[in-house]
C-alpha cells in the first residue's frame, strides 16, 4: 500500500510540473501542442532515470553489451576541459591520468585526486598538456608524453617516473616546434625491448612545408620512433625512427605477432595500418582521402602511391581514430563470430569499433599480416578517447571527453 502511495505522489508531481510548465508558456503566448507535452515529461522522467549507460548500444551482432559508470565527479569538477591520457592498474589499484597532469586513484566507488605530476623540465618550461602516458610493468615505470613552451618554442618531452611512489626518474626532449599545437600522435607502446612512440606531423594544413616533414627523413615528425627500454633512466643522445610518412597516430598496439597502429586522415580514410620498420606510410603524397579546398576543387592525396605501404583498412566517413587495444574474450569458443580482433575508438563517430581478422592457427592470436573481414560498431554517445582492456577477459573500460569511465562487459549471443 505504501508502494502504490509513494507512486501516486510521483505521478501527481509529473503532472503539476506539466501543468506548471503549459501555464508558463501560455503566459508568454507560445502554443502548446501535444509533442510540447510529451517533450516536457520526457524531459522530467528523463531526470529521475537511474541508468547512467542509456546512450550506449546494448545489443550488436554477435554480442550483448553490459555497461557500469565509474564515479568520475571529483575529476570533472577539478577540471572539466581536461581529457584523459592514461589509464593502468598497479598492484590492484586503478589510476587515470588526465591532460593537466593530475593523478587519480580508484577508491570508495569512484576515483579521487592522488597528485599532480611533476611535468616541468630543466628549463623552467611551462607545462602545455598531457598528451599520453604508457604504464611498464616490467619496469614498473610510468613514461608520459606532454607538449611544453618555454619562451616561443613548443617542444615535445617524455617524463619518466617511478610507479612507485610517482617521483620523476628522467626526461627526453624530442624536437621543437612553433607551430600550432595540434597533430602531435602520441601513441605508446613497448616490448621486451624497445618504447615505441608515434610523433604527429605538428600541422593541420596538409600542403605547408610541416606538413611534408614525414616524408623528411632528417625529422621526427610524422614517425614512428623507438626508444631502448635499458636505457630510458639516461641520457638518451640518439632516437631511433621506426617509420615514416605518419600524420597523426593516436593509438599503438605492439602483439606478439603484429605491430598496428590507428591514424587520423584528413577528411576521411583514417586508418588502421600494419606497421613494419623502415616502411614509409606516404603522407602527406599518398592517403584513402581528400580535401575540399575553399575554391570548391577537390584535393586528392594519389602521388606516387605505389612508394608507400596500404593501410590494411581505412574508415569513411571520418572517424578521427583516437586508441587502439586486444580484444580478451573467453567463453565464445562457440560463436561463429570467433576470430582474432582489436578494439578502436573513435571521437567523431563517438562509438568503439570490434574489427575482427581472418583467423590462422589460432582464433586468439592476431597474424603476422592481419587480412580484416569483419568490423561491428558498439554506438557510445560519447567522443571516446581511450580504450583499455587491464587483463579482465570479456570487458573493456572506455574513457570520454566527457571525464565519464564506462566499463563494458561482452556476452556472447
Given amino acids: 500500500m505504501k508502494k502504490k502511495i509513494a507512486a501516486l505522489i510521483i505521478i501527481l508531481s509529473l503532472a503539476f510540473s506539466v ?20 517533450g516536457i515529461f520526457h524531459i522530467l522522467k528523463k531526470n529521475t532515470e537511474t541508468n547512467e549507460c542509456a546512450a550506449i548500444q546494448k545489443e550488436i551482432s554477435f554480442y550483448s553489451v553490459g555497461c557500469k559508470k565509474i564515479n568520475t565527479s571529483e575529476i570533472i569538477s577539478n577540471n572539466s576541459k581536461a581529457k584523459y591520457s592514461g ?20 577508491s570508495d566507488g569512484g576515483f579521487h585526486f592522488l597528485k599532480k605530476l611533476d611535468l616541468l623540465n630543466l628549463d623552467t618550461s611551462i607545462f602545455g598538456g598531457l598528451l599520453n602516458s604508457i604504464f611498464v610493468p616490467g619496469k614498473n615505470l610510468l613514461i608520459t ?13 617524455l617524463t619518466i617516473f617511478d610507479a612507485k611512489n610517482f617521483k620523476k626518474i ?3 626532449k624530442l624536437t621543437n616546434t612553433n607551430t600550432l599545437p595540434s597533430q602531435l600522435g602520441g601513441g605508446m607502446a613497448f616490448d621486451k625491448e624497445n618504447l615505441y612512440l608515434s610523433i604527429g606531423v605538428a ?9 611534408q ?17 635499458n636505457k630510458i633512466e639516461e641520457k638518451i643522445e640518439d632516437i631511433n625512427i621506426f617509420s615514416s610518412g605518419h600524420k597523426h597516430l593516436q593509438g599503438l598496439l605492439k602483439t606478439k605477432n603484429a605491430f598496428i ?9 583514417d586508418e588502421i595500418n600494419l606497421l613494419k620498420i623502415s616502411k614509409n606510410y606516404g603522407y602527406n603524397d599518398f592517403g584513402y582521402t581528400k580535401h575540399h579546398m575553399a575554391n570548391k576543387k577537390t584535393y586528392y592525396f594519389n602521388k606516387n602511391r605505389t612508394l608507400y605501404e596500404d593501410p590494411i583498412y581505412y574508415f569513411t566517413p571520418e572517424a578521427a581514430l583516437s586508441d587502439i587495444e586486444k580484444c580478451v574474450f573467453d567463453g565464445f569458443e562457440n560463436n561463429y563470430a570467433y576470430n582474432p580482433c582489436i578494439i578502436v575508438s573513435s571521437l567523431a563517430q563517438q562509438s568503439i569499433f570490434i574489427v575482427k581478422f581472418k583467423r590462422e592457427s589460432n582464433a586468439e592470436i592476431i597474424p603476422k599480416n592481419p587480412t580484416v573481414i569483419n568490423t561491428e560498431k558498439i554506438q557510445i554517445g560519447e567522443r571516446v578517447r581511450k580504450v583499455k582492456n587491464l587483463n579482465e577477459k570479456n570487458s573493456l573500460f572506455v574513457l570520454t ?8 562487459t561482452f556476452v556472447p549471443k
Fill in 261 to 269: 597502429g590507428v591514424e587520423h586522415s584528413v577528411e576521411d580514410g
Fill in 145 to 157: 608524453y606532454s607538449l611544453n613552451s618555454r619562451d616561443q618554442n613548443r617542444y615535445l618531452l
Fill in 170 to 172: 628522467n626526461q627526453i
Fill in 401 to 408: 571527453d566527457n571525464l565519464n569511465i564506462f566499463f563494458l
Fill in 203 to 211: 600541422s593541420q594544413d596538409f600542403v605547408d612545408n610541416q606538413s
Fill in 213 to 229: 616533414e614525414g616524408l623528411n627523413p632528417n625529422s621526427l615528425y610524422g614517425k614512428i620512433v623507438s626508444i631502448p627500454l
Fill in 19 to 38: 501543468i506548471s510548465a503549459t501555464k508558463h508558456l501560455q503566459h508568454h503566448n507560445q502554443e502548446l501542442s501535444l509533442k510540447s507535452y510529451l
Fill in 87 to 106: 589509464i593502468f592498474e598497479l598492484k590492484g589499484i586503478l589510476y587515470v591520468l588526465t591532460s593537466d597532469g593530475n593523478l587519480y586513484t580508484k
